[in-house]
């Protein structure tokens, strides 16, 4: 079974991106796992009439992205997410690579909790940035 990094682990500064391609597929099961059927999302024709021009994948499939890594890099298994603002600054794309990174920022070491500065990008531009937190296990002998 894999375990992710205890409080004891964690420093300030340590950080960790993954990139994924967002697909037709994504947006289209991201739908259907939501509920959130806006045409902007489903519809090309209702989608030229927006300000986009285009279908764009929905916000909190780009967030998804962010708890990955909470969940399976930084800090990993065994963290519970407790927290995430964000802030959307550009639409993302069918075609698209995005790319997510979180970085430690702080370590509160009352009830062992984690904030974490979180982004996407998309060719280097920002298209959602953030923080998240995090409880993780202490580290420390039982």
């Not at 992710?4 to 739908?31: H, P, R, W």
């Amino acid at each position: 079974m894999k375990t992710g990094k205890t409080f004891a682990e964690l420093a300030v500064g340590m950080t960790y991106s993954i990139s994924n391609t967002v697909t037709e597929q994504d947006v289209v099961d991201f739908a259907r796992v939501s509920g959130d059927h806006n045409p902007i999302h489903l519809d090309e024709e209702y989608a030229k009439t927006t300000v986009f021009g285009t279908r764009v994948a929905h916000g909190a499939l780009t967030a998804s992205y962010v708890s990955a890594i909470l969940g399976n890099n930084l800090p990993g298994p065994g963290a519970i997410f407790t927290d995430m603002s964000m802030t959307f600054k550009r639409p993302v794309k069918i075609g698209d690579t995005v790319t997510a990174t979180a970085e430690v920022i702080e370590l509160i070491e009352r009830g062992y909790r984690v904030i974490l500065s979180v982004k996407c990008e998309v060719d280097g531009k920002l298209v959602m940035k953030g923080e998240a937190k995090v409880t993780v296990p202490s580290g420390k002998p039982a």
